[in-house]
């Protein structure tokens, strides 16, 4: 972990991104200002959206194969959902 100051993040962005693929770089702002984390993030090839949580993408993984898996519930009646889902 690195920790550096807006100012050397500016004067040096191109290697602190690519640093940010290898360990994490926090921005320290100063003026009582939260610091941020540089992080670098996966494209999902299945939804092609960004995504920083793993846990997300495991979950959208599951609901992916309980379609394919007919593990589904249908809903008969749009004014009384929770009678199917219950």
């Known amino acids: ?7 050397e993040f500016r004067e040096n962005q191109k290697s602190y991104f690519d640093l ?13 200002r939260k610091p941020v984390l540089l992080t670098p993030i996966e494209k999902s090839e299945e939804t ?3 995504f920083t ?11 992916i194969e309980d ?3 007919g593990k589904v519930t249908t809903i008969k009646d749009l004014k009384n959902i929770w009678a199917d889902i219950l």
Do not use: C
């Open 20 to 32: 940010a693929e290898k360990e994490r770089i926090i921005i320290h702002r100063g003026n009582n």
């Open 1 to 7: 972990m690195r920790i550096i100051t807006r100012t």
């Open 48 to 50: 092609d959206i960004y």
């Open 53 to 63: 949580d793993p846990a997300v993408m495991a979950s959208i993984r599951q609901g």
């Open 67 to 69: 379609v394919k898996n």
